[in-house]
């Protein structure tokens, strides 16, 4: 049974700092993506990375103030958030693909259940 399981999300200032991780069980996967949702908003890509490599990409909107990595022995992909925004607000969602076919929502298989992140002004 596939799962990707979130943790670290919660709240924090304007400024301040915020890491989100994910395991992945029982799927091997060749590209990890965070993606958030506002209410009201649609879903959104934030970041992914290539496990084969280095590659990774950014939203424009947290370009400079995110971070994607992983530890493939962990089988675990993290978020690092610093200089956080009230904008930021938004579930955040892991999302896994066996094939990495591009950044968009669609591209990914499998998906966490959400960690809430707010940050108040």
Request: glycine share 12%; with cysteine; net charge neutral.
């Amino acid at each position: 049974q596939v799962q990707l399981v979130e943790s670290g999300g919660g709240s924090a200032q304007a400024g301040g700092s915020l890491r989100l991780s994910c395991q992945v069980f029982g799927y091997t996967y060749n590209c990890m993506g965070w993606f958030r949702q506002a209410p009201g908003k649609e879903r959104e890509g934030v970041a992914v990375i290539y496990t084969g490599g280095s590659n990774t990409y950014y939203a424009d909107s947290v370009k400079g103030r995110f971070t994607i990595s992983q530890n493939n022995a962990k089988s675990t992909v993290y978020l690092q958030m610093n200089s956080l925004k009230p904008e930021d607000t938004a579930m955040y969602y892991c999302a896994a693909a066996r094939h990495c076919r591009g950044n968009s929502e669609a591209d990914f298989d499998f998906w966490g259940q959400g960690t809430q992140v707010t940050v108040s002004s």
